[in-house]
């Protein structure tokens, strides 16, 4: 699955099918660092919320980490392994922020970090 596909088949209700792949992964971490933003700074015994979140985010990474790992993926292989790296680390650092070891905020950064990746590859994304 490329990048486009993973985006859409993921996020579809999410974000309309418009404009550039880009685009459209960039509307989804979007959206899941403003949820994961927003459950962080709610009340601590809001923790649906904050799982909600959480799972959100991981279910975006858990596509992105099968994405680069498929061969047909065009991405440069140095930059196919840091996403998977990337992907890695938020599946466990979720889990920690599950058992309340752990904040949002390193998945939060992670993810404004590759917003701005997608939004320097496109114009007025």
């Known amino acids: 699955m490329n990048s486009a596909a993973f985006a859409r088949t993921g996020y579809d209700s999410a974000a309309p099918a418009q404009g550039t792949p880009r685009r459209t992964e960039y509307r989804a971490f979007a959206q899941a660092t403003h949820r994961l933003s927003r459950a962080g700074q709610t009340d601590p015994l809001d923790f649906p919320r904050l799982a909600e979140a959480v799972s959100e985010n991981q279910r975006l990474w ?57 939004r320097g590859g496109t114009e007025n994304a």
Do not use: C, W
Not at 79 to 91: D, N, P, S
């Open 62 to 118: 858990t596509l992105l980490a099968a994405d680069v790992a498929d061969s047909a993926n065009g991405l440069p292989a140095p930059l196919r392994a840091q996403i998977f790296y990337l992907a890695e680390f938020t599946r466990l650092h979720s889990r920690k922020i599950l058992d309340g070891t752990a904040t949002v905020a390193a998945l939060v950064d992670i993810n404004t970090a590759v917003m701005r990746g997608l």
